[in-house]
């Protein structure tokens, strides 16, 4: 039996899709347009599974079919079309995001399967692993040969087939996350594949070229979001009407698969290279003369399918493999009417012609394939016969698609239209080449696209104001530098300041200045970086590796933290090389036993004393100067004194005894002189008096100073930051350059105009910031109800983005951008939720996880911090630094070693002198006490089951996983699992190995600290994460949640003036992480951040200073409990 068949759709539970996709109205749209067989879509989501249970019936060949009495009714509605005939297979399309070969890979695959069963096996199996109710195209962080291997666990007869093989975004031969040979992604379990689909931007010519595919069927599916899209791409059968018949037809590359029908390729998405903001449209083959580069932003060009298909072609065009089968390719019915009578698709004119051809020559395929011309004249009139007649011999003009914009087919210029009725002829219609012969391209709408985002058209959307001017191209100069990048860069002795707005290329800049010096003989052993995380510092050396001539040049530039740098020098200082560096929670434990000991007391907190030392300490105050307070300066005292004792000093101390060493030991300046020569600081606006005073001392003899940063992204005042050394430095020196960095490649245009009206409100004068890209979305600001409804609308919007769709549209209570098309499509970690405190995020979590949605958390407390996880920290700080004395105290006080407070001081004595002679340290030490009888023989007990843990805990860190090593450290403390701990077990998730973790652990910044939420850890992930640690980074969209008073800003009793310039420059930092969408949401009500009933609260005043033409405002609405639980129900 010969019949058409289109496996490849989707119902109305999933994202960007028609509600009209239910049973019976795809039955009676697949008989209108002449499909006997099609795919269910979506068989993984319960909710669907149990609509076609109630609408169909299993017919006995793997088929299933509309149920008696409904398909009688269709068929006698409409006889001519016979819908009660058609059947459908069970299928899936399901979106895995994995790692694999250290990079992110997205692929999408479909399945199909000959009984509910087979169905209801799979989907439990696939429910264990990820959230597959949220969309009827799951998202799962699930390798795709894992996939397949559960699939043929459950169903030997599945039928799997990798889903639009080309499509740039997801799929397994996509450019951007995909593979370069089906071997490399399904490995051994390849040969278990029944076919590829080629999708709507490649045809089987296209595919032909590519050897590694002979193996395998080309099947073309429609991936249709609404039924009117149905058999826009199909197969051609002619074997045994069957589940079976259609598996054994593809399995034996039988005659009974005969070809498939086609989408103009060109019409795709992503069919050529390019830019769609910047209007550049190339061929691969000029994509090859701009290598790559857009010539409007300077930055890569989107490749296309075209482009992906030449990288990988063993074969040249134009050539047939022995199994190639036939292909025929079509243009919709509805478009070509539309054409001929010059109106759009949706018109009634349209439906008219195409009722009346329907209902006298049968179903759509039938018509454009088959039909008589003369007929076709005759029901639906003479341009219509002139356009299929066009279609059938290829003579199209078309506007390939590119970078996400669908390309044009035109059937007719206006001219022809009018001369073809009777109008003169004016000028001959141009044909392309490419089209005529069997053309190329499109985005598949298996990316994820909804239907509707074909007829999106941005020229459509209200202009926003042209707030900022583009950069001129003649400034983009340099070796990928514009004028002032490269005037910094190039910059001659003496000092550089360097003001450098968000996104101006300040790493890029600071980079190419180290190599400028390089290249102008500059020994590299003479040149110093500093920064201020080590994430930061292993870019710029990652950096430093490409650009400079040779590994060991590279390696040569002295590249750290001010606390790394710092610690080289200190270490190599006799007296100072066996210190211990102590955290902020070691320090609360030295305040505790300084207080202890000494009787000092103290008016405030251990853990408000702890931030006032600290404070005291950037400004370069010791004990004993009159800038302490008298109720401070005892207790600090005491806790410098406890230090010395046990050879120790705090971060804070770093900076001060280097500044201390280098003022008063002349060997360290000869020694470490050199190294300053050249001196380079990231970050300036950090700086606070201590760093500030270093620098100084640092570059005394310098040749050159150059210091990069930007004043209003200072945002550190509580550790003592102040951008006004700006200022200081240029009042300082005498030989002074100051440079500005104003042109953004970061935020679209919109977004830059609006953080610089916001920050505009502070004091201070300051360049605009420019941007190079134009307008894209505006602002959107979101009033919600609560902070539950601001969560849940947060994620459901983060589900739009990434699972399957780009299309940002209105959708009942979560309609954000009114249903314009976003930019293609966004992965997991394009997606960051920025908050103001750490606490925010907990709500966030939990709706992500209930969402099945990956995430990640940034910073050391919202990773987790507790007292149980502080004592595991200790043993880790402990088996990395066994011979600190302090390293042992530290894991003593801790309730499973069970010291008495007497035999704590006997044991602290011992060990805080122990060192002094070289063949023993505290290891030998702790042996000793073991065996010391004046200790209690509980005391000895635990100083042995310290020791016994400690070589055990060692032992393993040379050959466990980051995560087992955590695990056996929680253990051996016998604390219960907390959600603390298994969050730290979440950060140990995201080392590749125990060293790396345990540099963190002992010299980690907040932002070098990061938590794995839901998802395995080599999948991608959304960030959460507090807006001080989002800092230095950039995202495609980004959440700002909490935007209210009392919050955003986080005011202060007393009101502060500058208190709130330091929180509007935390709202600019937040601002200017999006570079295309940017949320800004609020709610009425929240519950209170450290408990208590929920409050009533206040849009912040930060948006209000945001111009109106900016901004889109978005209220959502509460509905009746009933409806707003049941809204809850389907995201939990």
Sequence with gaps: MQFIADFHIHSHHSRATSKQCDPVNLCIAAAAKGLQLVGTGDFTHPGWREELRESLVEDGQGLLRLRDERAAELSADMPELDPGSVRFVLSAEISSIYRRGGRTRKVHNLVMVPAFEDADRISARLDEIGNIRADGRPILGLDSRDLLEICLEECAEC?????????????????????????????????????VETGLSSDPPMNWRLSALD????????????????????????????????????????QGFIGTIEFFPEEGKYHYDGHRKCGVRWSPAETRAHNGICPVCGRPVTLGVLHRVEMLADRAENTRPAAARHYESLVPLSSIIAAALGV?????????????????????????????????????????????????????????????????????TEVERRELVGEARLFEMPSSPRARGRAAHQSEQGDGQGEEAAATDLSCLPSLLDLCAEVPEEERLGPGLNREQLRAATAGSGTTIVAAGPGTGKTRTLTY??????????????????TFTRKAAAEISDRLASMLPSRKVSSSVHVGTFHSICMRILKSIPDLGNLTIIDESDRLLALEEALRNSGAKSSISISD???????????????????????????????????????????????????????????????????????LVDEFQDVNEAQYQLVRLWSAESESVFVIGDPDQSIYEFRGSDPRFFATLADEVESVSTV???????????????????ISNNPGERGSLRTTRSSCWPIVAVECPSDLSEAIAVVQEIERLVGGTSMIQAHERYDMLGGAEAESAYSFSDIAVLFRTGRQGDLLEECLTKAGIPYRVAGKKEAGMSPEVEEVLALLKLSAEPESAFRWL?????????????????????????????????????????????????????????????AAIRSLSREASPRDFVRHCVETTERPWTIELQRLLAVADGYADVDAMLQDVLFGKDADWVRLGYGRPEAEHVSLMTIHAAKGLEFGVVFVVGCEEGLLPLIRTDGDRVAIEEERRLFY????????????????????????????????????????????????????????????????
């Design 159 to 195: 039928m799997f087939i990798p889903a639009h093989i080309w499509t740039p975004h997801f799929s397994l031969f996509g450019a951007n996350s995909g593979f370069d040979s089906i071997e490399e992604c399904f490995g051994d379990l390849a040969t278990h594949l029944i076919a």
């Design 215 to 254: 193996a395998f069927p080309l099947v073309s599916n429609s991936d249709a979001h609404s039924p009117a899209n149905l058999a826009r791409e199909a197969n051609l059968f002619d074997c045994d009407f069957s589940y079976k018949g259609v598996r054994e037809a593809l399995r034996n590359r039988s």
């Design 344 to 412: 759009g698709a949706g018109t009634a004119a349209v439906t008219r012609v195409q009722t009346s051809l329907t209902k006298a020559l049968g179903s759509e395929l039938a018509i454009l394939r088959a039909a008589p011309l003369d007929l076709i004249r005759r029901y639906g009139g003479e341009l219509v016969a002139e356009g299929i007649r066009r279609v059938r011999e290829g003579r199209l003009t078309i506007a390939p698609g590119y970078d996400g914009e669908y390309g044009q087919v035109q059937v007719f």
């Design 513 to 530: 200045r180290v190599k400028a010096l390089v290249e102008r003989g500059v020994d590299p052993a003479c040149i110093t970086a500093v």
């Design 609 to 679: 004393l702890s931030r006032e030392i600290s404070l005291l300490k950037t400004r370069c105050v010791r004990p004993g100067s009159g800038a302490v307070r008298p109720d401070l300066d005892e207790a600090y005292r005491a806790y410098e004194a406890t230090l010395q004792r046990w050879n120790c000093i705090d971060y804070d101390d770093v900076i001060l005894t280097t500044i201390e060493q280098w003022s008063q030991n002349p060997e360290v300046q000869k020694r470490y002189g050199l190294w300053f020569r050249h001196l």
């Design 740 to 758: 500005g960095l104003v042109d953004s490649y970061r935020s679209q245009r919109v977004i830059a105009a609006a953080a610089t009206a916001v």
């Design 890 to 950: 530290r894991c003593l006080r801790m309730q499973r070693y069970g010291l008495s407070d007497k035999g704590f001081r006997s044991v602290a004595r011992t060990l805080i002198g122990s060192g002094v002679q070289p063949d023993e340290g505290p290891c030998e030490a702790a042996q000793k006490l073991a065996q010391d009888r004046l200790l209690s023989a509980d005391d000895r007990r635990g100083v042995s089951l310290l020791m016994q843990d400690l």
């Design 1069 to 1132: 930092v937040a601002m200017t992480r999006a570079k295309d969408l940017l949320y800004l949401t609020h709610a009425g009500r929240r519950t209170r951040l450290f408990g208590g009933p929920d409050e009533a609260r206040e849009k912040s005043r930060f948006i209000a200073e945001i111009p109106s033409e900016c901004l889109k405002l978005v209220a959502l609405q509460s509905r009746r409990r009933e409806r707003t639980e049941d809204r809850q129900a389907s995201l939990f």
